[in-house]
């Protein structure tokens, strides 16, 4: 069984999935004029501008329930295994591909906003909500839709699970079936409890869990300042193979940095549609530049805060793959989140194992959250002629025992089985929206026009030709003409 895996996974990420990924992201990132750089400046006012309704949930909390998906186990435990066999180049390849994926997020959060529905009473939307109505593909839109209930439901929340497991045992010495009995506890009070729960307890923790993490990071990189340079000088030259000891591993630099970026920031893997199309706006790019902004948050501040501590303090090992070790500072520890406990507490002695693990618990378990809201999402879209509240409780307990199983399995077999979740969505979706690229970008040309003109951008799918933009000519209140839209 762990060879299929680990095949499964070989084809899924074949070198033509990272350069799809790399293509996708330099292609938005040339046709939308550099937009992640562009909009920096509106990112701000569309976070906290925002409102929410009974339907939907303000920018803010979508932004959150975004990042909670965004921000996980990948931020510590994965950049860890990204320098474990890639080297420290890889760190590099994590920075170019949030870079060229804020372009990529853009498109399919904003596309999230175009084809979403209401349903039951609240916002629906995602990949296989415009792959639907904008592509006429409804195979492949139930596809898409089976693939990301497998994913989300039961192959990723094992990975983060995994991470929180190890890192509890490694500072607590708490068994890691004890943790995961703890886990699914508190995680089925929330999913039981429906998206609005899911989003506040997201806007709650995930602001205070990443500026605390990101304080304690400054504090290791303060005490190791005289590393920066060396480190920043490290992970140029071995992404591009000039240091001695990493330019034989070049490859594996660009297919680790590419793959676990995408794992954290997952730009254009399709989970981020979900929250965005939850969100209450007036313009689909306005959820759209927010959410390419929090692809930023994930990987240019968390992701290179944790890498900069490995690097900086040298607790890390690099082992390729197919190859003998290069670097062996930290002998007999396995890749993952002991990396970055290792690394606070070189400085921080007695408190670094704790803190990591704490925020590796908070940053994991709000992923989970996610991961269930995405499934539910999916799921609502497979029986939406017929609303299936068995097969919702279903997938709560299914996602709950793969909690658990992924508490006491293996770190290597769990992560294998996030890639290919991972791998899956992001080849369907990247082509889906490669293949709407048209009604994405006159959705933004739209919104800069009107901004242009000194209005607050309101969608009208009518008036742009966009068809099957549903909730947008049925069910959308206009405001009256030359007002502004209250709920930005």
Not at 32 to 46: S, V
Not at 114 to 140: C, H, N, T
Not at 370 to 396: D, F, G, P, Q
Request: proline share 3%; charged share 15%; glycine share 10%.
């Amino acid at each position: 069984m762990e060879q299929f895996v680990n095949w499964l996974n070989g084809v899924i990420w074949s070198p033509a999935l990272i350069y799809l990924c790399l293509g996708v992201g330099l292609f938005y990132t040339i046709t939308t004029r550099f937009l992640q750089i562009r909009h920096m400046k509106d990112i701000f006012k569309l976070t906290f501008k925002g409102e929410k309704s009974a339907a939907g949930i303000s920018s803010f909390q979508a932004l959150n329930l975004a990042l909670s998906g965004r921000v996980g186990t990948g931020n510590i435990a994965g950049v860890a295994t990204a320098i474990a066999f890639g080297g420290p180049g890889a760190v590099f390849w994590m920075w170019l591909i949030a870079f060229l994926g804020a372009g990529s997020a853009f498109i399919e959060a904003t596309l999230g906003q175009v084809y979403k529905s209401k349903q039951d009473g609240q916002f629906r939307g995602g990949p296989a909500y415009y792959i639907e109505k904008g592509l006429k593909m409804k195979w492949y839109a139930v596809l898409f839709a089976i693939v990301t209930v497998i994913a989300t439901g039961a192959l990723l929340p094992g990975v983060q699970a995994n991470s929180i497991a190890s890192s509890m045992k490694n500072a607590f010495g708490i068994s890691t079936s004890i943790t995961g009995i703890a886990l699914i506890v508190v995680l089925g009070i929330i999913i039981f409890g429906g998206v609005k729960r899911i989003a506040r307890t997201a806007e709650f923790v995930v602001p205070f869990m990443a500026v605390g993490y990101i304080i304690v990071a400054l504090i290791v990189m303060f005490a190791n300042l005289s590393e920066v340079g060396n480190v920043l000088k490290l992970i140029f030259s071995s992404a591009f193979g000039g240091d001695a000891a990493f330019g034989g591993i070049l490859g594996a630099a660009i297919a680790w940095g590419v793959k676990r970026g995408i794992y954290s920031n997952e730009a254009g893997q399709g989970t981020a549609p979900h929250a965005a199309a939850a969100a209450e706006v007036s313009h689909p790019a306005k959820q759209g530049i927010v959410q390419a902004f929090s692809v930023y948050v994930d990987t240019w501040f968390v992701c290179t805060a944790t890498a900069f501590m490995i690097l900086m303090t040298g607790m890390y090992n690099v082992t390729p793959e197919e190859g003998p070790a290069i670097v062996t500072n930290l002998p007999g520890v396995e890749e993952g989140p002991e990396y970055t406990q290792a690394a606070v507490e070189s400085v921080l002695p007695g408190f670094g194992a704790p803190f990591v693990a704490i925020a590796l618990l908070f940053f994991a378990f709000t992923t989970i959250m996610a991961y269930y809201y995405m499934a539910e999402t999916n799921l609502a879209y497979i029986t939406k002629k017929v609303r299936s509240v068995w097969a919702e409780h279903v997938l709560k307990l299914v996602l709950l025992g793969m909690v658990y199983y992924g508490c006491v399995k293996t770190a290597g077999l769990a992560w294998t089985l996030g890639d290919i979740g991972v791998g899956a969505m992001a080849w369907l979706n990247l082509i889906a929206i490669i293949l709407l690229t048209k009604p994405a970008l006159k959705v933004l040309r739209d919104y800069e026009a009107q901004l242009k003109d000194g209005k607050d951008p309101v969608f009208d799918p009518v008036k742009l030709g966009i068809k099957d933009a549903d909730f947008w000519e049925n069910e959308y209140k206009y405001p009256e003409k030359d007002t502004v839209e209250k709920t930005g």
